[in-house]
């Protein structure tokens, strides 16, 4: 089982550029999520999927689409990149099971943007 | 809407010391609650978590929390620190609307030094 799996690792954009983020989980979860994490800012969700089929945005999600693609993939896009996009980005994924949230998180892709 | 706030930004505490770090939340009912923590240049792992219940739960890596409704807090505590434990450490809630699915709201971290 290798969890949540995201790539790139690593990113450098320049401004106005796209780019897409993946996102593959291989625990059968249903709910997928993306978070950016800044620095003394913790960690802001941006979209989710509940369940496949459905997405809904969260707290940051302006500048950003996603496509949960299937089941196992969700994935995040930058149309037009801006350097405030600058941020680690995680993909993290629940079961929905019993009503509760435990989400599990993927190592994260950091992305620049000059 | 929900909130967590975290009022400590950096903590030091020296090896073998106890620890406790401090969690506020705000929401409207009895929230989930959650602490992850965060090793330099790493995702985030669970260490405990609490739904309902026992209000003392116990985690990983000997940590522990406990929920306390009346204070709107969820403390994390360890007896004794060792080096490795130096970290970020955030804590989160989630919402028990949407059943569960809801993405977490996290607090803004709290970053823990170990002394020798």
């Known amino acids: 089982n290798a969890g949540v799996t995201q790539t790139p690792k690593f990113q450098v954009l320049k401004t106005g550029q796209s780019m897409t983020l993946q996102c593959a989980q291989d625990m059968n979860h249903n709910s997928m999520y993306w978070y950016r994490q800044d620095p003394g800012m913790g960690l802001r969700l941006i979209y989710y999927s509940a369940s496949e089929g459905t997405t809904d945005k969260g707290e940051v999600p302006n500048g950003y689409n996603v496509s949960r693609l299937n089941k196992r993939e969700f994935s995040l896009r930058l149309e037009s990149a801006a350097p405030s996009q600058t941020s680690v980005y995680f993909c993290?994924?629940?079961?929905?099971?019993?009503?509760?949230?435990?989400?599990?998180f993927g190592p994260g892709t950091r992305l620049t943007v000059l | 809407a929900q909130s967590v706030t975290q009022p400590d930004i950096h903590i030091t505490v020296s090896e073998g010391a106890s620890l406790e770090l401090r969690c506020n939340y705000s929401?409207?009912?009895?929230?989930?609650l959650f602490w992850y923590v965060q090793s330099p240049g790493q995702g985030l792992q669970l260490l405990l978590k609490y739904f309902s219940g026992d209000t003392l739960v116990q985690g990983i890596k000997g940590f522990e929390a406990e929920f306390k409704r009346s204070q709107s807090s969820f403390n994390l505590r360890k007896p004794s620190v060792h080096w490795s434990d130096a970290a970020e450490y955030f804590c989160a809630v989630g919402s028990r609307k949407g059943g569960g699915a809801d993405g977490l709201t996290f607090g803004k971290g709290t970053h823990l030094i170990i002394q020798p």
């Open positions: 929401y409207g009912a009895t929230p989930y």
């Open positions: 993290a994924s629940s079961a929905k099971l019993l009503s509760y949230n435990e989400q599990f």
